[in-house]
């Protein structure tokens, strides 16, 4: 970070102003005198110009060409098989560099609240929005940094290049980091003036980002450990972040509406229409669904993304894991039985089909008595390498685990806007009501207080779309699920699959549940094979290296293993370098030295 800040302030010196898009970017050390000006400032124009630059940070949605999002595309999960996949990341040891490591969106959001503190111009509303914004952007840039390295370096004002103290400061504890960032969102939640918006700043954006933020730190601060985490649990802290996740929640829950269609949550069109596939059907319109609190919005002149092709491609595909395939409840409410290897060949095993002309291998009925949200999230065949199956006018697909992903495919689409790289238009949803749901009723019953009325106004809502019966909190405490090997009890397992089938592939968001449920051992596919594994195929005709035991593998010898230094990433040693040769200390993680 400190070899940046050098390069940053060498390269600003005698440098005039291109643009005014730039300023934050290339010329940050030191501000220059034509455009970091209190008259600057006073334009709310510039102000907008400057915090609108960072509201893609919020989210990268879905992605486009070579820019992965963070939908299908964080395959470093349970939940798939990713093609190729060998091992976590930094596994041959710390790494020159690392681009999560970043301070440059920090410095961007201290100079916008520097500016606007400073502007004569403005309004006291304006003052006091785009400081609000200012903070919003700092508070999601550290939150980050936490969650990925645990300290971190706290810089609330303009670093001066000059000041050896501000250059080199230390680390500052995750703990206090983490309160900074929740003052920050208070303080944008009571000074932003939009209340509400689908793709721009407001104060419901940051209700929901305060609401994931900090049912991640109740969460991480209860069950870490001072041995991996280097510090162990907080129960006090544990509860004030639980209870304001439930309370955002809750605003939230009452404030938006909910849909039917859990497919249209991920394959809605702005502006929604007729489809031009097939003109007798609708495309629900991402504006106007009711679940979407925010979003990026994409379309045939704004922006596309590429997260459909790459899940409906004849290149390997990351599919679905036999661990996540498993995971889905039958539709009378009872865990899949996954006791004996012939539990799972009868779950999960093809049946030899003709599909169009050609032998396929359908799992139709695998999934026709299962959750819902099974058939939405894969297909209803395998296919693997050396297969021939299409969906939907789709090239010959291969996935592989042999289940593929569907869920954010939308095939009334033309084929050439669901296939082609950058040419995807369906709009990505980044906070929505059922997640909400799933956050609420988490963070209610890690408190001890979920009631049967909590469950009514959330799970039942997501049990009832999926076609499972509804629940009660003494009826989810009964399950007992075999399976649960997370050392919690049935209610809070059962809480934990209704998440991960609800939101599965979306968002990163179960890499990041593993961690702040302390459960990243379950990653380690030597310890649980089926994170690995796909398909259950003996009956089928294979080709030779795509199975290993009669599962889909096209990897033989793949595997994944985990060590307790994973929980953070490590410092990357350029920067301890730098700092090491100015005579300061730059402290490692200490699994990690």
């Not at 959001?109 to 500016?115: M, P, V």
Request: with cysteine; charged share 25%.
């Amino acid at each position: 970070m400190k070899k940046q800040y050098i390069i940053g302030a060498l390269a600003a010196i005698g440098l005039s102003m291109a643009s005014c898009d730039d300023f934050l970017d290339d010329n940050r050390y030191p501000g220059t005198s034509i455009i970091n000006t209190p008259e600057y400032w006073n334009n709310p124009s510039n102000c907008q110009l400057q915090v609108d630059r960072y509201i893609d940070e919020i989210n990268p949605g879905y992605g486009s060409g070579g820019t992965l999002g963070w939908f299908y595309a964080k395959t470093l999960s349970d939940d798939q098989v990713g093609a190729g996949f060998t091992d976590f990341s930094y596994s041959t040891g710390v790494p020159s560099t690392n681009s999560s490591w970043t301070y440059s969106q920090v410095r961007g959001a201290n100079y916008i609240i520097n500016g606007v503190r400073k502007a004569t111009g403005l309004s006291q509303v304006d003052k006091a929005n785009y400081e609000g914004l200012g903070r919003f952007i700092r508070a999601v840039a550290y939150y980050k940094l936490a969650r990925t390295f645990g300290d971190a370096i706290w810089e609330s004002e303009v670093v001066d290049p000059g000041n050896a103290a501000q250059m080199y400061a230390s680390r500052t504890d995750r703990d206090v980091i983490m309160d900074s960032v929740f003052r920050d969102l208070d303080f944008a939640l009571a000074t932003i003036s939009t209340e509400s918006s689908k793709v721009s700043w407001s104060k419901d954006l940051v209700r929901a980002y305060i609401c994931e933020a900090a049912l991640y730190e109740g969460t991480f601060c209860k069950y870490r450990t001072q041995a991996d985490n280097g510090k162990g649990p907080d129960n006090d802290r544990s509860k004030l972040y639980l209870k304001k996740s439930a309370d955002m929640a809750k605003y939230l829950m009452e404030h938006y509406g909910f849909t039917d269609d859990y497919r249209s949550i991920y394959n809605s069109v702005w502006g929604g229409g007729t489809s031009p596939v097939d003109p007798t059907k609708q495309i629900t319109d991402f504006a106007t669904n009711p679940e979407i609190i925010f979003g990026r919005r994409y379309d045939l002149t704004n922006g596309r993304h590429s997260t459909i092709a790459r899940t409906a491609s004849s290149t390997t595909t990351s599919g679905m894991s036999l661990d996540a395939f498993l995971c889905f409840l039958n539709l009378d409410g009872t865990p899949v039985p996954q006791a004996t290897a012939e539990d799972i060949r009868k779950a999960t095993e093809g049946e030899n089909v003709i599909f169009d002309g050609y032998k396929a291998y359908s799992i139709a009925d695998r999934i026709k008595d299962r959750d819902k949200r099974l058939a939405i999230a894969t297909d209803p065949y395998i296919y693997y390498k050396g297969m021939e199956w299409s969906r939907e006018g789709c090239s010959g697909m291969n996935s592989s685990s042999g289940f593929g992903i569907a869920k954010y495919d939308n095939v009334l689409l033309p084929v050439n806007n669901r296939t082609n790289d950058a040419n995807n238009y369906t709009s990505c949803p980044i906070y929505w009501t059922s997640y909400i749901y799933c956050n609420y009723a988490e963070a209610k019953a890690e408190l001890g207080e979920l009631s049967n009325d909590d469950l009514n106004i959330s799970l039942n809502k997501l049990y009832k779309r999926a076609g499972l019966p509804e629940q009660t909190v003494a009826g989810l405490n009964a399950v007992n699920d075999p399976a649960n090997n997370m050392g919690v009890s049935s209610l809070l397992w059962e809480i934990r699959r209704c998440r991960r089938c609800e939101l599965m592939f979306d968002n990163w968001i179960r890499y990041w549940d593993l961690i702040r449920w302390h459960q990243l051992e379950l990653l380690d596919s030597e310890k649980h094979p089926n994170v690995l594994r796909g398909a259950y195929i003996a009956n089928a005709e294979v080709k030779p290296g795509t199975s290993v035991d009669n599962y889909v593998m096209p990897y033989p010898g793949m595997k994944r293993q985990y060590k307790a230094r994973y929980y953070l990433e490590p410092i990357p040693s350029n920067d301890i370098d730098i700092y090491t040769g100015a005579g300061y200390t730059l402290e490692q993680n200490p699994l990690w030295k």
